[in-house]
């Protein structure tokens, strides 16, 4: 019922930056929070930063302070910008969307993920 799109991932050095997008769509009557996740090949998908419906944000501390969540101009899209991009920052990066549908029941929706490599 909300559909949930990532886009901006691809191949950048060490030391680089690189912007993702999300954006939510469908029979959504408010969105209480979202969020950036990441999984590593072998490794659980883990929470990079999150935020919520009024502004205040949450950060893994492998990456406070190079990366920086917020929000659009539109509420229904969330941009995380990466900076210091390291090695480890390699993974699938999944966008996560939660809120309140207009049925009135709660939704927890996933994007497709997209892929950022760190390498030189």
């Known amino acids: 019922q909300v559909h949930v799109v990532e886009s901006g991932g691809g191949l950048v050095q060490p030391g680089g930056s690189l912007g993702l997008s999300c954006t939510a769509s469908g029979s959504i009557f408010r969105i209480n929070a979202m969020g950036w996740y990441r999984q590593a090949p072998e490794k659980e998908r883990e929470l990079v930063a999150q935020?919520?419906?009024?502004?205040?944000?949450t950060y893994a501390d492998s990456v406070k302070g190079r990366f920086t969540i917020s929000r659009g101009d539109a509420q229904n899209t969330v941009y995380l910008q990466m900076t210091s991009l390291k090695p480890e920052d390699t993974a699938v990066y999944y966008c996560?969307?939660?809120?309140?549908?207009?049925?009135?029941?709660?939704?927890?929706?996933w994007g497709q993920g997209t892929q950022v490599t760190v390498s030189s």
């Open positions: 935020i919520i419906t009024y502004g205040s944000t």
């Open positions: 996560n969307v939660v809120g309140v549908t207009t049925n009135y029941r709660s939704f927890d929706s």
